[in-house]
Nanobody
């Protein structure tokens, strides 16, 4: 059974930094594209970032580009999201996602939540205004 567990969320002030972690159990992550999504209250789930299998390439939403960094440690089966210069609008539940398929997709397609097969339960990040 594949289980994704996110942790590291919390309350933050504007301009603070926070690092989220996603630990995967049940299988290795080295063959999977990994991603972070988030869902703010009353809004749909949105793409934040994804990272390729080797960690050589990463893509970000425009809203977080330059402030967030996704990384991975395949040996530890863990994916990270370093969040810097946090804003109140970053308040959301952050979800880790793992793609199970080997098929090749465009970067645009990999920003769609439907392209991911396994999800964590989410971790709350709350920023004060």
């Amino acid at each position: 059974q594949v289980v994704l567990g996110e942790f590291g969320g919390g309350f933050v002030q504007p301009a603070d930094s926070l690092r989220l972690s996603c630990l995967v159990s049940g299988r290795t992550i080295s063959s999977s594209i990994m991603a972070w999504f988030r869902q703010a209250p009353g809004k749909e789930r949105e793409f934040v970032a994804f990272i390729t299998r080797s960690g050589g390439l990463s893509y970000y939403s425009d809203s977080v580009k330059g402030r967030f960094t996704i990384s991975r440690d395949n040996g530890k089966s863990t994916v990270y999201l370093q969040m810097d210069s946090l804003k109140s609008e970053d308040t959301a539940v952050y979800y880790c996602a793992m793609r199970d398929s080997d098929s090749v997709l465009s970067a645009t397609s990999l920003k769609e939540s439907t392209k991911y097969d396994y999800w964590g339960q989410g971790t709350q990040v709350t920023g004060s205004s």
